[in-house]
């Protein structure tokens, strides 16, 4: 369950992608693939760059807690008694961070170190929403969208959680192992060692505030609006209508929707409660959107428009495997949240630059945005999701500023608001 929560908590796909197909299918793309790195200054995240670029951009797709900065964890993991495996920047971020595709035990071993060591710390919390505002006014951002799931967040598990796993050296030669016995290996070789530290509690209601409270000082600090956007988790139905409760408490107070997270072709991947809590929202009037159709297929997203009323969808790569559908859902505008970096490190999509669904989109004039996902866990940020997809995908000036005014007019601002956001956007873009 840790780690199946952690993984969900972090947007991973990992388990969805396994279960699409074999381990071998996995290591083509950790073999053929190469996204374009970074300095070593931002690599690092020491600096997000030394100069502001100009504010004309809009990010709809980013989690929380995939976006804290690995110094930050060095601070709380300090302040709290948590020994890590590093005590600087540099040692701790291939623990935590990748910038390429890898093994599975590579990915387990970043996704691990997050949530545990942020879990239950108010003070961590507001921190990294605080800084998630000053990185992105960094990157050019006028307005973005940052997903969490509070109960993820709520109580300290770091006496449970916190593991030592080093696999077996055979974990992974047998390429033809089936998928079923591949996820055995890795629950059964996760939590060996035990370890016990400070453990800290908050409720799911006290993490909305601390985030709303660091993202309205960051706004106020670094020129960017920010609002956030709440996760239900496929695996955690017991929660959905809680989370909506939530959302419609805290709605005036920079909260804008729901999302739904997690793995999306395991066992909970389909539920009543979610539709329930959906529906629900939609009564309400708060805004939704739903991951679907990152690894899961498009009957992923026809569950998501029209059971749950999505009114965005997270990813949606694996749409275009049903062209009836995706013609039906261009025809209604639906907006798809397009994560470049993470599509191709997750093996969400195929490992070639001149396959990605994005392409497709552009061609059929489909709506879509360009977003950074996990930006700490893929090393990556705006202008590097930008840098990717001029060179690979060659979209031009013209065509990028589309993609901001796309999300700028699929935003969960109030009217007024979003009015005055897609002004800026035109404006900052010279679209007339």
């Known amino acids: ?6 993984l969900q908590g972090l947007g991973c796909v990992l388990a969805g992608t396994l279960l699409r197909g074999s381990s071998s299918v996995f290591f083509q793309v950790v073999r053929n693939l190469k996204i374009p790195s970074e300095d070593k200054k931002k690599e690092t995240g020491a600096t997000m760059g030394e100069t502001e670029i100009k504010k ?14 690995p110094s930050t964890l060095l601070d709380a993991a300090k302040r709290r008694g948590i020994p890590l495996p590093a005590d600087t920047v540099e040692g701790l971020l291939p623990h935590v961070s990748m910038d390429r595709p890898d093994s599975l035990v590579a990915m387990i071993k970043v996704f691990k170190f997050f949530i545990p060591i942020i879990q239950g710390d108010g003070e961590t919390i507001k921190r990294i929403a605080y800084e998630l505002c000053e990185d992105q006014a960094k990157h050019g951002v006028l307005y973005f969208e940052a997903r969490y799931c509070p109960h993820f967040l709520t109580q300290s598990k770091l006496g449970q959680t916190i593991w030592d796993c080093p696999a077996p050296p055979t974990f992974f030669t047998q390429t033809q192992t089936s998928t079923k016995r591949l996820l055995k290996k ?7 060692k035990l370890r016990r530290y400070k453990t800290m509690e908050l409720t799911p209601t006290e993490v909305v505030e601390l985030v709303n409270s660091g993202l309205n000082e960051g706004s106020r600090d670094f020129g960017v609006k920010a609002r956030s956007i709440l996760c239900l988790i496929r695996d955690n139905p017991e929660f959905s209508m809680e989370m909506v409760q939530l959302c419609d408490r805290f709605r005036n107070q920079g909260v804008v929707a729901i999302d739904l997270a997690g793995n999306e072709v395991g066992d909970m ?3 009543a409660e979610h539709i329930k809590a959906f529906q629900e929202a939609k009564r309400l009037g708060i805004h939704r959107t739903v991951h679907a159709g990152e690894i899961g297929g498009p009957d992923k997203v026809e569950e998501a428009v029209f059971k749950m009323d999505a009114e965005r969808i997270g990813h949606g790569y694996h749409i275009l495997e049903d062209p009836q559908l995706y013609a039906k859902l261009r025809d209604m505008n639906m907006h798809f949240e397009v994560c470049p970096v993470s599509s191709y490190i997750t093996g969400a999509v195929p490992p070639n630059y001149k396959e990605h669904p994005a392409l497709s989109f552009a061609k059929d004039g489909a709506n879509f945005s360009i977003n950074s996902d996990d930006p700490s866990v893929f090393r990556t940020h705006l202008s590097r999701e930008y840098d990717l997809i001029r060179e690979h995908w060659n979209f031009d000036d013209k065509l990028i ?3 901001n005014l796309n999300a700028a007019k699929a935003c969960f601002l109030p009217q007024d608001e979003k009015t005055e956001l897609i002004q800026q956007v035109k404006e900052a873009h010279g679209i007339q």
């Open 1 to 6: 369950m840790a780690i199946r929560q952690s």
């Open 186 to 192: 890795i629950l059964l070789h996760a939590p060996l």
């Open 56 to 69: 004309n951009r809009v990010e709809l797709h980013l989690h929380l807690d995939g976006a804290v900065r």
């Open 269 to 271: 991947a389909t539920n």
């Open 401 to 403: 500023a589309k993609l």
